[in-house]
């Protein structure tokens, strides 16, 4: 394993400059600890220096420093964090690790997000507004206990804004953005934002907060010829349409909270619409009468909506601490398929349907503070779930055998109960075991465990080792895919297991202050996760023909080292990461087993801050550079299957922004640029040459250099 000394000499200059400072410190100052609160995973909110789990915070001045309107604007640019976008379906999510969404749980405010496969796992990013967000918690590791299935990687809780320092605070935005180099601000071509939040105290118990966001996205060409594109006689490979789908967003939010003495009470309310255009690249000919003979193509709109509402009370019954929640959550995703006649811009034939639906009924509660004594909390939890999914032959091949058609109508349900303690052994020394029983509707009934250990070391330091074991349940593709006829016996198996993943950590952290200002934070991380009983698409018979199936056959693990260092002074701000990871796994198709050896990769991120007091600016710059990744992939050859090992090559993503603040601070004007390196695609290719190779294919991972302005106001009285 070699690392380019680049990446590493930017850390090995600060931890050298930081183990340097803190020999000249005066023992006799006190340090104090930044006034960062978490909720994640918590008993009780509390500051991240009592924290058991290691949580990281993005900030709400992160993301207004990367000027970011949804969660995909911001996730690329922290370690162990890929973004992984679908551009032909118009969609971006997360993997952790090197495991896919599904092992990842996003919420909002400690509620899993309704998805298209159930609920917090594949989460698209560009559906999450950040508005009204105070900061986003991520946790890595198994997160079982507290949060229940499929959080097996992390979690990320993103936690919106319930207060406000002022009466009264309006905030309007307009944001135009080139998407690559396509823009026209009079047309489809770039992105244009407009929001607008207000949020008001009433007196001192009552708060209201309204907000809405818009997002045109006109989408991406990349050579392709858009919508309007017929033929192009000096290039007839070109192609119409888009390479990134165009789409429309809409954002609404409200939120009520109450507050008095030891209750609150908050409700709060989200409507998203979505409308995603896909452009046929085919183009033919029909001799319309009257007209004469038009182009056309056969082109689709998919219309996403989605409710959601939670209701969350927290107070005293008793003498007990209660913490409540309630939330109801739907999303239907239409469909609307039509003839487009180019020439004419007429569209006939148009049908709309529904494909995709799923609701979802959630609770969760917790009692705390059972016993009195110092140093020893007690929490008993509950989550009740219940999700009902519908999907239609149009969104893939789906069959339920008991009703004996190709929609699919399916209710699962699971009841769980938890328990965690924190034991504050002395006063440096804490333990929060925990464990979860979850009681399942289609599955064998599930469990999870935990434990963490905190130590508080001289001079600063504090310790941290964790263990979990969570689990993910199946998703609807691999329970109920149907797909078989005389050349194809694709099938999901209703059968399936559970997966079990198990993970440790242990942290070592050291935050100093000193009188001069300066503020060093340090930390180095070890991980380990695996998972058993993987699901993997594997070929249970070659006679009379290929069958495929999804059956628990793999086993996966991946190890972890990361180190972290955040500088402080006066009106700079720095950050710098290194993260190294290794990743096993074990593959077997029926045909041919995959090697199992650790593949390393590395990624490496700084971003720097710098205040111009006398102009009140703001400049930053983020950059983020992924390693070169290897994995295993299987040959199209059915006579000789192998696995054969390809390379994706590294790349870097870099971000710059420039942020002037006007009339004291009631006016922002915000310019930057996203992708700097101009990355759209990068190629992965068969290690060695194997001559198996179907040779060095490309990556899309985004739309290139792209360009902002965004002009922000404030009214604050």
Known sequence: MQINTRVLLPVLLVAAYTAKAQETVNDTIVSTELNEVVVTGQIEPQSIKKSVFNV???????????????????MNQYLNINVQPQSGEGRSTLSMFGLDGQYLKVLVDNIPLVSDTGLGNNIDLTQINL?????????????????????????INIITKKSTKNKWEITATAQEETVGNEYNPFYEDGRHIQALRIAHSINNNWFVAL????????????????????????????????TWLPKEQLFTNALVRYQKNNTRIFY??????????????????????????????????????????????????????????????????????????IQTDTETGNDTETYQETEILYSTGTLSNFFKADGFDFQLGYELVNSYGYTSALSGNFNDPEQGDVNLNKRLENYDIFTAAEVKVTDKFSVRPGFRYSFQSKFDNQWAASMGLRQLLGNGFQARLSYGR??????????????????????????LLPESGHSVEASLKKQTFFDSGLQLKNDITIGFISVSDRIELAITATFPSFQYRFINIDTYSMWNLATTHQFAYKNWQANVGVSVTGISRAINTGLVASDDRYLTTYQFNTNIAYTIPKWNTLLSLYYKHNGKQQQYIQDSSLSDPQFILSEIESFGLMDASIRQSFFKNKFDVTLGARNLLDVVNIQSSVAGGDAHSAGTTNILMGYGRSYFLKLTYNLNF
């Open 211 to 242: 907000g809405a966001n818009r997002n045109d996205f006109g989408g991406y060409k990349g050579g392709l010829g858009g919508k309007e594109f017929t033929n192009n006689p000096n290039n007839p490979s070109q192609q119409r349409g888009y």
């Open 56 to 74: 990281r915070i993005i900030s709400a001045e992160d993301i207004k420093r990367q000027a970011g309107n949804n969660l995909a604007d911001v």
């Open 470 to 495: 969570s689990y993910r349940t199946p998703n609807y593709e691999e329970l109920y895919t149907f797909f078989v006829d005389s050349n194809h016996n694709l099938q999901g198996n209703p059968d």
């Open 268 to 341: 709060r309310f989200e409507y998203f619409d979505e409308n995603i255009d896909f452009y046929s690249p085919v183009v033919a000919s029909e001799l319309v009468e009257g007209v004469g003979i038009l182009r056309y193509a056969d082109d689709r709109r998919y219309f996403t909506q989605k409710f959601y509402h939670h209701l969350n009370a927290v107070g005293k019954v008793f003498g007990l601490d209660y913490n409540v929640s309630a939330s109801h959550q739907k999303q239907q995703r239409d469909i609307e398929q039509f003839r487009y006649y």
């Open 131 to 155: 508005d009204d967000i105070e900061q986003i918690e991520i946790i890595e590791g198994a997160m079982g206990v507290t949060h229940g299935a499929n959080a097996v990687s992390g979690i």
